[in-house]
């Protein structure tokens, strides 16, 4: 009963509560804006919600990682990119506006992107899963849209109209509320880990070593691909750490509620606690190059 409830109440809830914080920082003028820089945004989407997950699969395939711990990933790379991209862009010296932007972009592309990703991974990495990524099992695109749109759309439409109606109280409460949800995530990540802990102790090494250089590759190609479409330097390392750093959140909370099976959840956590140390060593290099 007790894993019923924080299966289906504690971790929706949670992440209801993360995108609510997310939307108090948004104001319809922050989509307005990529309409004004449409390259920008065209390059950031072929980095995150093509390149992103399709290397990956790539190198899934190359490592030879299997079954749920491979879904576990793909989930990962198939999610939106995480809030705290704005708080990295911001000390690497990047246009914290194109990532405020591209982040309330990405957190509504996903309840198109991420389910038949999530769904095509299930079918190709599960003959050699447990549980939910098991083989026979499907998951109705229709139904995974609707519970994505419901912890991603409503949250975040909230937050935009309380912002919208109560602008002062809003920006008074959102720093505060962006620090609860960064606590929240920390007890999400850890619940994770301990109800898995053997299977994570068991694999850790090839995780964390696939995590970690995931992260890093991620971060070269974001900036890189940016550079070479021209965009400034400002912007290349924007779209660097938008390309990298993931709503680790969400994966967890699509393995463990929507997907019902924890361990798929194990990739999203350790991937959510690695990837803050290559974005802060990539936002210092770059604040380092970058004008203020």
């Keep these: 009963m007790e894993g019923d409830i924080v299966t289906t109440i504690l971790l929706p809830g949670i992440l209801a509560f993360i995108m609510f914080s997310l939307g108090l920082g948004l104001t319809v003028e922050d989509f307005v804006r990529i309409v004004r ?46 809030t705290t991209s704005n708080l990295l862009t911001y000390i690497a010296r990047g246009d914290v506006a194109l990532a405020v932007s591209f982040t309330a972009v990405a957190s509504v592309a996903t309840i198109f992107t991420l389910p038949p990703i999530v769904i095509w991974s299930m079918q190709h990495f599960g003959g050699n899963a447990q549980g939910a990524g098991g083989a026979g ?48 995530f920390i007890l999400i990540v850890l619940g994770a880990v301990a109800k898995n802990w053997v299977l994570l102790r068991d694999n850790f090494g090839s995780l964390a070593g696939f995590a970690i250089g995931l992260n890093l590759l991620m971060l070269a190609v974001g900036f890189l691909v ?32 929507v997907l ?22 990539f936002a210092f290099g770059m604040r380092r190059f970058t004008r203020s």
């Design 37 to 82: 820089q449409p390259r920008a945004l065209l390059v950031g989407v072929l980095c995150h919600f093509v390149l992103l997950p399709l290397i990956c699969f790539l190198l899934l395939k190359a490592v030879g990682i299997g079954g749920v711990f491979a879904i576990g990933f793909m989930i990962l790379a198939a999610c939106p990119t995480g």
């Design 137 to 184: 099992v499907t998951v109705p695109v229709g139904l995974m849209m609707g519970q994505i749109f419901l912890m991603l759309g409503v949250p975040v439409g909230l937050g935009m109209l309380v912002r919208a109606r109560w602008p002062d109280g809003a920006l008074r409460w959102e720093p505060r509320a962006t620090r609860v949800a960064a606590v929240l």
């Design 226 to 257: 940016a550079w070479l479409a021209r965009l400034s330097r400002r912007q290349s390392v924007t779209l660097g750490i938008e390309t990298a750093v993931q709503n680790a959140t969400l994966a967890i909370v699509i393995a463990s509620t």
């Design 260 to 281: 019902q099976d924890d361990a798929l959840a194990i990739p999203g956590g350790l991937y959510g606690v690695l990837m803050y140390a290559g974005g802060l060593l």
